[in-house]
């Protein structure tokens, strides 16, 4: 006998149980009934009164993919493709991609901030889209209220499929929240990916990924869109400080925790082969790595398109996708999807020549990717790539066809998908799909293209099924605002960022402080600027750090003579994307360098001639910057520590460095006592480093460069080639390089990872 068990009545949310078997949870507002067969429940989610394959939990899931994606339309399939631009929870009235409710702002409409904007309704019933892209959410409970609308939303449509939430990475610590271990937050708070490669220790990132599944599956999200597993073998990479360093095997052995964390479902909760209700897909990326674009510039922004090789090592990026997240130790075997990156690896195409950004490129989807290496899960475009470009080489909010710019919108679909790829990040739309559809029918017939697409379609559902979403998408409200940011959440990942602390200096074993002695932290000036998306950022002209927790530890002063020691916060140097539209008006090529020191830069050590660049009319051929300044936007950082030492008249000076990116210390190295430096942890943490609360043991996941000369000089596709720093005591800051209280440390980390030199 059916026995249904209401949750929650807001929610309309109904549950059935099968001994043995899934509990079902379906909405009374969809019109999906249940249905019994030998005893047991299944959802009827094209209700059509009868139990067909796909509606069958005791199936698997690739049998179930097969035959749902057989009864799907080319419509249906074609939104399936789809890949949501961002959406905020409640959306926003303004922005980038502006929301509405019924045609009014949030503000004006009177909406429950969990309520569909009119945007998602429109691309979940018209478009048929199921992949949704979350960025910010008010609170777990508005996402957790808000999932259960758009599951609901979605069960009613169609053959019932229900969407499969993503998300970018969202565990960054709060640098100026205080840690205490009896209460909990929005969501746990972990160091950045660079810092977990800090610690050293892949049981950490494999704990990371363990937990931020537990809590992205109680916000509703089932795919996380990351690790990402680039090597970042070019120090002026902007996206440096999401990778894990610059070492392949590190960042192999990190890829595989991360990705076994996420995905790794065990006991009750497993459905089958490790996967289950705590499972997130892993969309690792970025194939085949992004780590070499010229000059370190970025593949987001028209100046950095193209990744380089002057040092022939293309098969090293290769090695966290082959030897990490394709590769396993728990029963998922192998990141259930792939991300490859904006860029135009140049000249590594070996079959048809074709300099074309890495997704629409054959040889390297699915000669390299699916047919060398194996790999057949989803393969996903970054987003926006299928859009047209804007005029401006340093904008963030535009296209990124990257070497395919002549075709048209839906040309480049079908480039795509003939490449291999799957899916299209960052596109609300189904009609270009479509169209790409048609050219394949023309060119190939029917039957071809409708193979084709149920092809994407099975891999795209067996994502979907492997995960349970299709038994039970809805979540309970107060367990989700339970589990989310739990203490015991919290206290793991205030753990994590205690042990990437890395200590890099400790003159006289000026380090640990005594506790309660005096302090002097400068405030830190920023002057006007823009976030990378383009937008202002104001003036400002504060202190660096929380001195109320600064306050536990120590006394805090704003008078430099009443100090015991001075303690000064900077930033890695910003010196912007690597083009100046002020330079391009000017008459010049627009290319100026990336910086890694705080003085200003001439680049007198830069190549002559490009590598790469676009023979278009209105395009750069030659791409030098040589003999071109830059001075970056936190030039006054380096200002600070050096007046501060001179405020502080022989006492002890320390710096905490906030890296994002290697950097040059020679600046200021030889005038201080102390550095330690941090990948994004919280304020408290640093302080229980500096008070010996916590011996440091972080080491670093990269190089520290001697100059800029070195920088230039290196290659931008190989690892551990650069000159490094060497301090007033004589210590190098190399890879894998870090002090504790008794010097610098040996252990098993340092002898498995070290670089003979």
Partial sequence: MLDTQNID???????????????????????????????????????????????????????RAKDLASKMTIEQIAGLMLYSRHQSIPGLSHGWFPSTYGGKSYEESGAKPWDLTDEQLAFLAKDHLRHILMTVVESPEVAARWNNQVQAFAEGAGLGIPANNSSDPRHGSDSSSEFNAGSGSQ????????????????????????????????????????????????????????????????????????????????????????????????????????????????????????????????????????????????????????????????????????NVGNSYNTYLIQDLLRGKYGYDGVVCTDWLITADETASKDTFLSGKPWGVEGL????????????????????NEVEPVLEAYQ????????????????????????????????????????????????????????????????????KNQVLPLQPKSTVYIPKRFTPIGKDWFGNPTPESFEHPVNLNVVAKYFNVTDNPDEADFGLVFISSPNSGFGFSQEDADQGGNGYVPLSLQYNTYTAEHAREVSLAGDGRENDVLNRSYKGKSVTPHNKVDLNTVLETKAMMKGKPVIVSMLLSNPTIVEEFEFEVDAIIVNFGVQDQAIMEVLTGVVEPS????????????????????????????????????????????????????????????
Wanted: proline fraction near 4%; charged fraction near 25%; glycine fraction near 10%.
């Fill in 439 to 506: 050219m394949g029918v023309a060119e190939h017939g029917e039957s071809y293209m409708r193979s084709r697409f149920e092809q994407s379609a099975v891999r795209l559902l067996n994502n979907i099924f492997r995960v349970g979403l299709f038994e039970n998408p809805y979540l309970e409200i107060k367990e989700s605002v339970r589990i989310v940011g739990s203490p015991e959440f919290m206290k793991e990942g205030y753990e994590a960022q205690l042990k990437s602390i890395v200590l890099l200096k400790n």
């Fill in 187 to 354: 969501i746990s708070m972990w160091p950045e990916t660079l810092g977990l490669a800090a610690t050293f220790e892949p049981s950490i990132t494999q704990k990371f990924g363990e937990i931020a599944a537990k809590e992205y599956r109680a916000l509703g999200i089932a795919t996380a869109l990351s690790p990402q597993i680039d090597i970042a073998t070019d120090p002026r990479w902007f996206r440096f400080n999401g990778t894990f360093g610059e070492d392949s095997k590190l960042s192999a052995d990190m890829a595989r925790s991360y990705v076994d964390g996420f995905q790794t479902s065990e006991g009750e909760k497993e459905i089958t082969d490790g996967w289950g209700y705590d499972s997130v897909n892993a969309m690792v990326k970025h194939w085949p790595g992004g780590g070499s674009g010229e000059g370190g510039r970025d593949a987001h922004f028209g100046c950095g398109k193209y990744a380089v090789y002057p040092g022939n090592n293309f098969e090293e990026h290769l090695i966290p996708f082959v030897d990490g997240a394709f590769n396993l130790s728990g029963k998922t075997g192998k990141a259930s999807a792939v991300m490859p990156y904006y860029t135009v690896s140049v000249d590594q195409d070996t079959v048809n020549g074709e």
């Fill in 9 to 63: 009545i807001e929610e309309n949310v109904r549950y059935v149980s099968n001994l043995g078997g899934p509990t079902l949870g379906y909405s009374t507002t969809s019109g999906v009934t249940i249905l019994e067969q030998d005893g047991l429940f299944f959802k009827d989610l094209n209700q059509n009164g009868t139990l067909d394959r796909y509606e069958d939990w005791r199936l698997s899931p690739e049998e």
């Fill in 698 to 757: 972080g080491l670093l996941p990269m190089q520290m460069p001697a100059n800029m000369r070195t920088v230039e000089e290196q290659f931008e596709d190989v690892a551990h080639d650069m000159e490094c720093h060497v301090d007033s005591e004589n210590h190098t800051y190399d890879f894998a390089f870090g002090l504790n209280w008794s010097g610098e440390i040996e252990d098993n980390r340092t002898e498995k990872y070290r670089k003979i030199r």
């Fill in 408 to 427: 048209s919108v839906a040309e480049r679909h079908y480039k795509l998908l003939m490449a291999g790829v799957d899916q299209f990040g960052g596109n």
